[in-house]
């Protein structure tokens, strides 16, 4: 049986798994943070923040690695909170924050936003950098019918391009830029509605903050039933999730763990019912 450690504790490990795939199996659902992984996309590694540090024997020298697609390897001693790795966590999610609107309390995704959760998760109290240049006065885009983009809440984490080009293959979102200057632009950097955009809402579900979201706020916490269906719109099947709140339908979504859909719905099965 081939093994990896997890401090210093052997794991089977499965030919071909990543350290975050290995860390989950073992560890549960949410081993390590992350922010530029999704279920129903491919490895990345563009956020950093699943480091875990690697030594290739007990006690030695260790390398951080970002765990979301790097292969585990047989007798590697993988740390996932390590001291260094700890700080390196912190001080990422501290740097995205310099470049973050800090409206929490009245932002949309309060309580399931992937970057507060993060935040909280490495322990951020303040931030130690000074106020510097920042992205803070972008406009909101809304200009389609059902999708609306606020930009300066965009943390460059790619899902959202990521969603548009692997699962719906549209290829709408794209990265403009370089550096400091980078940003999400849709079709040839016009507005959402001048776009190509086909309003499936893969990018709505993919993206971990509100940077990109509909005008059904279909990602707030305000339903409080959930409740597994089918779409009958036609007869691929696509699993739905409908949130509800006194009957009225609030959200739909697509379930990750659906064999026939995997995280994803058209147009008819995510807005059609609302």
Do not use: W
């Amino acid at each position: 049986m081939k093994v990896a450690y997890i401090d210093n504790q052997p794991y089977e490990l499965v030919e071909g798994e990543t350290q975050l795939e290995f860390l989950r199996r073992h560890l549960g659902p949410y081993p390590v943070p992350t922010l530029c992984d999704a279920p129903n996309l491919d490895p990345f590694g563009s956020c950093r923040v699943c480091s875990v540090d690697v030594a290739l024997e007990k006690g030695g020298k260790t390398k951080a690695l970002a765990s979301c697609h790097t292969p585990v390897a047989e007798g590697q001693y993988i740390y996932p909170d390590s001291d260094n790795i700890q700080r390196l966590r912190k001080n990422i999610v501290e740097l995205v924050l310099t470049d973050h609107p800090l409206d929490c309390l009245t932002c949309e995704v309060n309580g399931n936003c992937a970057l507060q959760s993060v935040a909280y998760k490495v322990g951020i109290r303040d931030v130690r950098y000074p106020e510097g240049k920042n992205h803070l006065d972008r406009e909101k885009d809304l200009s389609h019918a059902y999708l609306t983009s606020d930009l300066s809440k965009c943390i460059n984490c790619y899902r959202c391009v990521r969603a548009c080009d692997e699962i719906q293959g549209q290829f709408v979102l794209s990265v403009a830029g370089r550096g400091f200057d980078s940003k999400i632009i849709m079709g040839m950097d016009v507005n959402f509605a001048e776009s190509d955009c086909v309003s499936c809402g893969a990018c709505v579900q993919a993206c971990p903050t509100s940077a990109i979201s509909d005008i059904f706020e279909s990602k707030n916490l305000v339903s409080r039933y959930k409740t597994r269906t089918i779409c009958t719109y036609c007869g691929v099947g696509c699993n739905l999730e409908v949130a509800t709140l006194n009957g009225e339908i609030k959200s739909i979504s697509a379930p990750y763990d659906a064999e026939v859909n995997q995280g994803h719905t058209c147009l008819k099965g995510r807005y059609a019912f609302s």
